[in-house]
């Protein structure tokens, strides 16, 4: 049974920083594509960085220079490090991986960026 568990979110002050980490299992992680998306309330689900199986790696233009997403294949796990912290910031953070055609989520971990 394939499972992913995201950890690490949580409140932090504007400017800070959290790591988020997101372990697999159940799959083999190192041929999958993965993905961290977000949702604010009332808004869509949005891309905020991705990692090809390669290690190829993108991000959303609000993510560019203050996030930075890796994975350990070893750990069967993908990181989020996000810097310089932002209240828009705020949302559930959820872990995707993909290889056509499945697709498989995590439950999501809030982050909230507030004084």
């Known amino acids: 049974q394939v499972q992913l568990v995201e950890s690490g979110g949580g409140l932090v002050q504007p400017g800070g920083s959290l790591r988020l980490s997101c372990a697999a299992s159940g799959v083999i992680f190192s041929v999958y594509d993965m993905g961290w998306y977000r949702q604010a309330p009332g808004k869509q689900r949005e891309l905020v960085a991705g990692?090809?199986?390669?290690?190829?790696?993108d991000y959303a233009d609000s993510a560019k220079g203050r996030f930075t997403i890796s994975r350990v294949n070893a750990k069967n796990t993908m990181y989020l490090q996000m810097n310089s912290l932002k209240p828009d910031d705020t949302a559930v953070y959820y872990c995707?991986?993909?290889?056509?055609?499945?697709?498989?989520w995590g439950q999501g971990t809030q982050v909230t960026v507030s004084s």
């Open positions: 995707k991986m993909s290889r056509s055609p499945r697709n498989y």
């Open positions: 990692i090809t199986r390669g290690g190829r790696t």
